[in-house]
């Protein structure tokens, strides 16, 4: 008996492993996929509705972005210490059409995140190197304006 557990206890810890980790990745990538929603919310309502006849950019409201997907209303972390915002892109394309600004502007609001696996040294018994994951998430909102 003692030595059927021995034999299946590996892959009873690879299971768990992979159901935490999973788990926790989904929930990690759930809260990203938020942050950058609200993130892009706010950049509809405050980033001009002439950027596209301007000519502008939007780079200048990177660091509140990247605020925005880090932190709640009150400055508390929303992300687990596991997850780092590596960086918030907001740029913009020009939508023809007929609209009430022609080209409407549509920002696009880009997370370059890194999430690590607190249990990826199980994996290393298993022949894999997998210890973190570096994605990114995007949203479109329409601009528009102040």
């Known amino acids: 008996m003692l030595v059927e557990f021995a034999l299946i206890l590996p892959l009873m810890l690879l299971v768990f492993a992979v159901i935490v980790e999973g788990t926790r990745m989904l929930n990690s990538y759930q809260m990203a ?16 509705i002439d950027v596209c006849l301007s ?6 409201y990177s660091a509140k972005l990247k605020t925005l997907v880090e932190q709640d209303i009150n400055g508390n972390a929303i992300m687990p210490a596991q997850i780092t915002v590596n960086s918030v892109t907001p740029t913009h394309v020009c939508v023809a059409g007929s609209y009430r600004t022609n080209p409407a502007p549509v920002a696009v609001i880009t997370a370059n995140m890194t999430i ?8 290393s018994l298993f022949g894999s190197s997998l210890t973190s994951v570096t994605t990114n998430v ?5 601009i528009f304006g102040t």
């Open 116 to 123: 690590q696996f607190p249990f990826g040294s199980i994996f």
């Open 138 to 142: 995007t949203d479109r909102a329409r």
């Open 55 to 60: 000519g502008g950019n939007l780079s200048g």
């Open 33 to 48: 996929v938020e942050g950058v929603r609200e993130a892009g919310r706010y950049l509809a309502r405050t980033a001009p």
